[in-house]
């Protein structure tokens, strides 16, 4: 089986781009420097033990939680600062 090379995604491209989030609670860090980029349409899973962050990303993402640090884009947008032009689009 050949692999396509990685490339990284322009902005139209990218359907959620998270880059260098953190979130704790308490003296546990959920979510600890992640970072990651899916192209527009495609299909990804977030797969984990229990408490390994992917509902606190889910959370982020959303717009129901403001990150510690980094940021989380869905769209190009920021689903904090604009959650309807977020949600509007997204199924969860």
Known sequence: MHEQPVR????????VDVTHLWRRFGSTAALQDVSLAVKRGCVFGLV???GAGKSTLLKHLLGLWRAEAGTGRVFGKDPV??????LGHIRY
């Open 81 to 86: 600062a604009g959650p309807v032009s977020v």
């Open 48 to 50: 984990g033990e229990n």
């Open 8 to 15: 990284e995604s322009s902005p139209g491209e990218t359907g």
